[in-house]
């Protein structure tokens, strides 16, 4: 695989100077920042992520101020009571985009923060402490715990929240796969380990983020 050095050059020439590529870099939130977030932001965004899959996220989000009224502010406590006599009086709710099992995804999403919230005082614990060098560790985490939250979805998630995360977008993986660490999309153990790997170096090289080094590897892929 190629090092830092390439890949900054390589960006610095495709955006034509290093303010360029700077201003264009995503930022992530400290783990302190990210602590401070109230877990019922953390479940509103979870939810917000599994109704953008497969629809215009402009749509999904136009009406997010109903899914907040409608499920309580996202209060988990709340939510999690939502049984299925309720959810079904939400199918017939024309403010939200009424698909029954995505619906049924914040209840279940409510009972995995609260678990968390047992075992680490918040969830938000859990998004903040989680060691980046072992990111796929939390999207696996979150996959297997969560509901609806396979793929792409944890880390889009991540990233939502400002959790540093590299994402394996069509891009990323085109690139990864140029550089011979992955041939094909990153979706078993092993692929996820060696692309963790990667990215981990490259990180000790750069000392930036990951997202700032997905986003510049996705760049690499010429379109």
């Known amino acids: 695989m190629r090092d830092y050095k390439w890949l900054h050059e390589y960006c610095l020439n495709r955006f034509g100077s290093a303010a360029a590529l700077e201003a264009r870099l995503p930022q992530p939130l400290t783990p302190e920042q990210l602590r ?6 953390y479940l509103s965004q979870l939810s917000l992520r599994i109704f953008r899959a497969g629809l215009k996220h402009s749509l999904v989000d136009a009406k997010w101020p109903a899914f907040e009224q409608a499920f309580f502010g996202f209060d988990p406590h709340k939510a999690v009571l939502m049984g299925g006599e309720h959810i079904e009086r939400l199918m017939q709710d024309a403010r939200l985009i009424r698909h029954l099992g995505k619906l ?20 938000a614990a859990l998004i903040a402490d989680w060691p980046v060098t072992d990111i796929v560790g939390l999207w696996r985490y979150l996959a297997k715990h969560g509901n609806q939250m396979g793929g792409l ?12 995360t590299f994402v394996t977008t069509q891009d990323v993986v085109a690139a990864l796969s140029a550089q011979g660490i992955i041939d094909k999309a990153a979706t078993s153990q092993r692929d ?32």
């Open 192 to 223: 996820l380990a060696a692309v963790q790997a990667a990215f981990n170096e490259w990180q000790t090289q750069s000392g930036r983020p990951l997202c700032q080094l997905s986003f510049m590897l996705a760049h690499t892929v010429n379109h």
């Open 104 to 123: 049924k995804s914040v209840p279940r999403n409510a009972q995995l923060i609260l678990d968390v919230q047992r075992e680490r005082g918040s969830f």
């Open 153 to 164: 979805s944890a880390p889009r998630f991540l990233r939502m929240v400002g959790k540093d």
């Open 36 to 41: 401070a977030i109230p877990d019922d932001r």
